[in-house]
């Protein structure tokens, strides 16, 4: 059975920083892409980063491009998403997800698996 768990939410003043991880099972982790989103309650889950199965590429949402970086320990089983220079709009549930076929994509329905997500809450 996979199973993909976040953490490292929690709340934090704005300009802050977090790392989120999320710990992978159950499946061929390094043959996977991986993908960070979030969600906000009235909006559509967004994109926020992706990581190619061999880390070689990565894509970033414009909103959180050159403040999160995201990265991975194939021996670990983990992927991280490094939050820097929080803002309040980055409040949000975040997910991880991992696409078995892709190098990585910013389209939620190229992946297979999904975690149960972890709160973000960047207080101003």
């Known amino acids: 059975q996979v199973q993909l768990v976040e953490s490292g939410g929690g709340l934090v003043q704005a300009g802050g920083s977090l790392r989120l991880s999320c710990a992978a099972s159950?499946?061929?982790?390094?043959?996977?892409?991986v993908g960070w989103f979030r969600h906000t309650p009235g909006k559509e889950r967004e994109f926020v980063a992706t990581l190619s199965y061999s880390g070689g590429h990565t894509y970033y949402a414009n909103s959180v491009k050159g403040r999160f970086t995201i990265a991975r320990d194939n021996a670990k089983n983990t992927v991280y998403l490094q939050m820097n220079n929080l803002k309040p709009e980055d409040t949000a549930v975040y997910y991880c997800?991992?696409?078995?076929?892709?190098?990585?994509?910013?389209?939620?329905?190229?992946?297979?698996?999904w975690g149960q997500g972890t709160q973000v809450t960047v207080a101003s």
């Open positions: 997800a991992a696409d078995p076929y892709g190098s990585g994509s910013d389209y939620e329905g190229h992946y297979n698996y």
């Open positions: 159950g499946l061929t982790f390094s043959s996977n892409a």
